[in-house]
């Protein structure tokens, strides 16, 4: 077919093309967020993390800031296997990296503050493929969605001038959210562990195992010490060194490891699998799938814990995420974390360099 | 004035509407995904490496065709600048489609994370975990995306323009 001679008049046409090259813009800049309702995401919830910290620290994590890398591996018993099809669970050792942390944005708070602490946890399993957690040491969430997370930061945002959060926003927030105030009734009345080595790390959401023969089940877990607990007074927080945890774990870990058993527990039926504030009461089904051993707490260096994110949803298979809606915003804020930290440039760690200043003195 | 007839060849016309939809479904859940933290982030993030590994595969495919074959040429009474802007707007083109699937493949790498195509099946890294390439990678990834898409726009005009005002058979040779 021979092409046809040009438009007399191109204007019309011309309008019709910049037309659909602007509704498809459009339709783009709405996929993206950029125009409409405001969404929740990695960004957003990253945003509100930093903004409570009053300033950036670069090439740190937004959360859980300050911490500690270490080192070991997880030796699995075998009984995790019926469950799931994961390369963790057979008879053998997998390698692990670790990070002890304490929650908040300031890599220099002192333990004392920071009464909700964390252990990251990256296994690399021996078929190569890896499973990473972020495990913190209470059974429940402080939140049960990714917006009242969003809404609860910037409720919780210290004033500038007195350094502590508004009360009224802070009581208005626990007013329409009771389960936040059952996590705080929780913290304020139960012990805590005077360590990390001696505190019980809970999954916090719902997972999935899928066994070889496809059966799928609901599970939470959780990592038991075998170091004896004791308590923490916690009306001596303030009194305590700045990094009394930490200098705690160092000297425990440098004297021989430290063991947990990973304890997976079986949802009953009507167990909620899509509410971290709701703890599963009443007896349940509990296997112990195998100890992890941490015996190393090398410095924050390349290749260490400090350049990965424990993101909860890097998973293998036998095992994938349920449907609580904090896994999704877990996976995407630290992400948004990562992203932010990594392009500011690798910073040694708040543990790392008081380490180093002790050295020099 | 001589007009271009002939059309692209099959194999080249098939492969560019088939990435063509996967390109612009990969430029959609890219910025879809980080829009969000619901359970669209983790369900979008799952199809974004497996249909950027496929068009990495297939802009290889392609361009390898493209080298063994010539392309119609442009109309003789093509302005020498459009012409211009056309060629270099295409080798731009077939940059970024290998371009933007290495990057994100690299960043995963310098980033430290699996690769991970589907469950139990993933790539191996190409670059060493360096946090700071990845900061760098990333941050080129984003960027060359909206870049990609405004190309992509442009070209769309381009052939609408073709097709519609010139109508010089350019946009035939690749949808007729």
């Known amino acids: ?361 | 004035m001589t007009h271009p007839t002939e059309r692209f060849a099959l194999p080249a016309r098939l492969l560019h509407w088939l990435m063509a939809v996967l390109i612009l479904a990969m430029l959609f859940v890219g910025v879809g995904m980080v829009s969000t933290a619901s359970q669209r982030y983790p369900e979008l993030l799952s199809w974004h490496r497996p249909i950027g590994i496929t068009i990495l595969a297939l802009a290889l495919i392609r361009l390898a065709f493209r080298l063994t074959h010539a392309a119609p040429p442009l109309p003789s009474d093509l302005p020498v600048l459009q012409a211009a802007v056309a060629k270099a707007s295409h080798y731009i083109l077939y940059g970024l489609m290998i371009a933007m699937p290495l990057i994100g493949w690299g960043m995963l790498s310098a980033g430290g994370f699996p690769i991970v195509l589907w469950k139990g099946v993933q790539l191996f890294p190409i670059l060493p975990h360096d946090v700071l390439l990845y900061g760098w990678l990333r941050y080129a990834h984003g960027l060359l995306g909206y870049a990609f898409f405004l190309l992509i726009l442009g070209h769309l005009c381009a052939a609408l323009f073709h097709g519609l005002i010139r109508r010089d058979g350019v946009f035939q040779s690749m949808a007729g």
């Open chain 1, 1 to 361: 077919m021979p092409p046809s001679r040009p438009v007399r008049n191109p204007l019309p046409l011309m309008i019709l093309i910049a037309a659909i090259a602007g509704a498809i813009a459009l339709i783009f800049a709405w996929a993206a967020g950029l125009i409409g309702t405001a969404r929740v995401s990695g960004i957003s919830i990253a945003n509100a993390l930093q903004n409570n910290t009053g300033k950036i620290f670069p090439g740190f994590r937004r959360a859980h800031t300050k911490g500690l890398c270490v080192t070991g591996y997880f030796e699995a018993n075998g009984a995790g296997v019926p469950y799931s099809r994961a390369a963790l669970f057979p008879v053998g050792r997998s390698s692990v990296i670790g990070r002890f942390s304490t929650a908040g944005g300031v890599p220099t708070a002192p333990d004392g503050r920071n009464v909700f602490r964390g252990l990251g946890l990256r296994f690399a399993l021996r078929d190569g493929e890896e499973w990473r957690m972020a495990i913190d040491h209470t059974p429940i969430f402080v939140v049960s969605n990714p917006a009242d997370f969003q809404a609860f930061q910037i409720a919780s945002k210290p004033d500038p001038a007195t350094k502590k959060p508004d009360p009224a926003k802070i009581k208005a927030f626990l007013a329409a959210h009771p389960e936040t105030q059952r996590f705080m009734d929780f913290m304020k009345s139960a012990p805590l562990p005077s360590s990390f080595a001696n505190g019980t790390y809970y999954s916090i959401n719902a997972f999935r195992f899928t066994n070889p023969n496809g059966q799928t089940r609901a599970v939470r877990w959780q990592f038991i010490p075998e170091t004896p607990f004791a308590t923490l007074d916690k009306a001596t927080l303030d009194r305590l060194p700045p990094d009394f945890l930490f200098d705690d774990l160092l000297a425990r870990i440098g004297k021989g490891p430290l063991k947990w058993h990973m304890v997976v527990v079986f949802a009953n039926p009507g167990d909620p699998t899509n509410n971290a504030t709701i703890p599963w009461t009443g007896p349940h089904r509990q296997v112990d799938v195998g100890t992890l051993v941490l015996d190393q707490a090398p410095t924050e260096e390349a290749g260490s814990c400090r350049d990965y994110t424990f993101d909860p949803l890097v998973l293998p298979k036998g095992v994938s995420g349920s449907d609580d809606p904090l896994l999704a915003a877990r996976s995407a804020t630290y992400a948004a974390s990562f992203r932010r930290r990594a392009i500011e440039g690798p910073h040694p760690d708040a543990i790392t360099l008081q380490q180093q200043r002790g050295g020099q003195q």
